[in-house]
């Protein structure tokens, strides 16, 4: 699971990317039960805290369109390899389930596939205004993107978005890398943890839709946060929310009170 490291100017909000470059190797402690990183009180080694942002339908709602059409591109490549049509939907959920997500499996299985994520993400998306200031706004070490996607498809979400310059680093998903790591396996959050240079889980802080990588961040210590259709219902995280516009009121301390209150606003005014 590669990265890069995001250099950001705080007074031109440019991004520049940078070569990948990798932090130095750290033994990242033994899993730690659940929900001891809300129980911190000393930041460890005083190492700086982290919050790791997901991506996809998480920065962006869910009912843009964009998770449809991803699957109809997922289906192509299946079909594209000589799967027939009939057994397409099918493999590709066991893909899923097999390997995480069902392009990996596409990969593992049909090397040849040509795997490139190109969608029309700017007639989809736009910027964001109010995430943008929220995010900004953190009183937080470091903000970093952790993503199952691609680094091209990444960079353009965030770039629509109108959030370059926000971020750290980027931790993606290599599509054409044997069999290669991504979430919800404790692997790719441990390499996350290294390439943002963090050693300790408790200073890890994780936002996402997905339950099962929500759970397995909990798993190893991180304080996650899950973005759910239903927060009523959901049962997975530390806390759950429905608009990623809401982490001030779970996580108040990362804000001030003017922010908090702006970021709320700014989901009354996208409705």
């Given at each position: 699971m590669p990265s890069t490291l995001l250099n950001t100017d705080r007074q031109t909000n440019g991004t520049t990317l940078n070569k990948a470059e990798e932090t130095n190797a750290a033994t990242i402690p033994d899993q730690q039960s659940a929900g001891e990183s809300i129980e911190r009180t000393v930041t460890p080694n005083h190492e700086p805290r982290v919050f790791f942002f997901d991506i996809?339908?998480?920065?962006?709602?869910?009912?843009?369109?964009?998770?449809?059409?991803?699957?109809?591109?997922?289906?192509?490549?299946?079909?594209?390899?000589?799967?027939?049509?009939?057994?397409?939907?099918?493999?590709?959920?066991?893909y899923y389930i097999d390997y995480g997500l069902a392009i990996r499996g596409l990969v593992l299985h049909?090397?040849?596939?040509?795997?490139?994520?190109?969608?029309?993400?700017?007639e989809i998306l736009s910027e964001n205004p109010p995430l943008r200031e929220m995010i900004k706004s953190m009183k937080i070490e470091k903000k970093w993107l952790f993503t199952n996607a691609?680094?091209?498809?990444?960079?353009?979400?965030?770039?629509?978005?109108?959030l370059e310059g926000l971020f750290d680093?980027?931790?993606?998903?290599?599509?054409?890398?044997?069999?290669?790591?991504?979430?919800?396996?404790?692997?790719?959050?441990?390499?996350?943890?290294?390439?943002?240079?963090?050693v300790h889980?408790?200073?890890?802080?994780?936002?996402?839709?997905?339950?099962?990588?929500?759970?397995?961040?909990?798993?190893?210590?991180?304080?996650?946060?899950?973005?759910?259709?239903?927060?009523?219902?959901?049962?997975?995280?530390?806390?759950?929310?429905?608009?990623?516009l809401e982490l001030p009121t779970v996580l108040p301390e990362f804000w001030d009170e003017q922010s908090a209150a702006a970021a709320l606003a700014g989901i009354s005014s996208s409705n």
């Open positions: 996809d339908n998480c920065l962006y709602p869910k009912d843009s369109g964009i998770p449809d059409l991803m699957r109809e591109k997922i289906e192509q490549y299946f079909e594209d390899v000589g799967i027939e049509n009939n057994n397409v939907k099918s493999l590709s959920y066991r049909h090397p040849d596939a040509k795997v490139d994520g190109a969608l029309p993400l700017e691609g680094k091209a498809h990444a960079l353009r979400v965030i770039k629509v978005l109108g680093g980027l931790t993606y998903c290599e599509y054409t890398e044997p069999n290669f790591i991504c979430k919800p396996e404790a692997a790719s959050f441990r390499r996350a943890m290294k390439d943002a240079g963090v889980p408790s200073n890890c802080y994780f936002v996402d839709d997905s339950a099962a990588n929500v759970d397995k961040a909990l798993d190893i210590g991180w304080t996650a946060v899950h973005v759910a259709d239903d927060p009523v219902m959901s049962n997975f995280g530390h806390y759950q929310i429905t608009n990623i």
